[in-house]
């Protein structure tokens, strides 16, 4: 088979998830994180979005409705992840989740970004984000950019809250 590549510009535009009860699932993402509403089909689906745009996230229950979370080791989505413009507004919103009370499963700094992570009512896993700069990701001796898992630093990152 030829090689092909990817164009450098894509993007991967949406998710659309399977949820089991819409108004929960619009009180996660709307109410807790914060996205808007743009439209309803009834109380089947809806489209949400940051900043205006048709949508970032689609929900349904055209399958789903009533159903129980899949199961963790079941094939299927590992996250959504939503990536924030800067560091202080992943800063606000663990601020926000915390304020809330909202579950937290996880908090990472991976040298290329850092995040936190944590379930919708589905229990979707949800990675809320943001990167450093391209030019401070970490690099091995050969250039080549590296990654790791390593503890957030909550208290950092909520410093810039303040």
Same mark, same amino acid.
């Given at each position: 088979? $030829?090689?092909?590549?990817?164009?450098?510009? *894509?993007?991967?535009?949406?998710?659309?998830? /399977?949820?089991?009860?819409? %108004? /929960?699932? &619009?009180?996660?993402?709307?109410?807790?994180?914060?996205? $808007?509403?743009?439209?309803?089909?009834?109380?089947?689906?809806?489209?949400?979005?940051?900043?205006?745009?048709?949508?970032?996230?689609? &929900?349904?229950?055209?399958?789903?409705?009533? %159903?129980?979370?899949?199961?963790? *080791?079941?094939?299927?989505? +590992?996250? *959504?992840?939503?990536?924030?413009?800067?560091?202080?507004?992943?800063?606000?919103?663990?601020?926000?989740?915390?304020?809330?009370? +909202?579950?937290?499963?996880?908090?990472?700094?991976?040298?290329?970004?850092?995040?936190?992570?944590?379930?919708?009512?589905?229990?979707?896993?949800? $990675?809320?984000?943001?990167?450093?700069? /391209?030019?401070?990701?970490?690099?091995?001796?050969?250039?080549?950019?590296?990654?790791?898992?390593?503890? &957030?630093?909550?208290?950092? &990152?909520?410093?810039?809250?303040?």
């Amino acid at each position: 088979m $030829e090689e092909y590549k990817v164009p450098a510009n *894509t993007r991967i535009g949406h998710v659309h998830l /399977k949820v089991s009860d819409l %108004q /929960k699932s &619009l009180d996660f993402y709307c109410g807790l994180l914060g996205f $808007e509403l743009m439209m309803k089909y009834g109380d089947q689906a809806a489209f949400i979005s940051a900043g205006g745009y048709h949508h970032h996230i689609g &929900l349904n229950t055209w399958h789903s409705k009533g %159903q129980p979370p899949a199961h963790e *080791t079941s094939p299927g989505l +590992y996250h *959504t992840a939503i990536l924030y413009p800067e560091r202080k507004d992943l800063a606000a919103i663990l601020q926000r989740l915390i304020d809330n009370k +909202y579950p937290i499963t996880g908090a990472s700094d991976h040298g290329v970004s850092e995040a936190i992570y944590l379930d919708d009512p589905d229990g979707n896993g949800v $990675e809320l984000y943001w990167d450093r700069p /391209k030019e401070e990701w970490p690099k091995d001796d050969n250039g080549d950019m590296t990654m790791f898992t390593k503890a &957030l630093d909550v208290k950092g &990152l909520l410093a810039l809250g303040k």
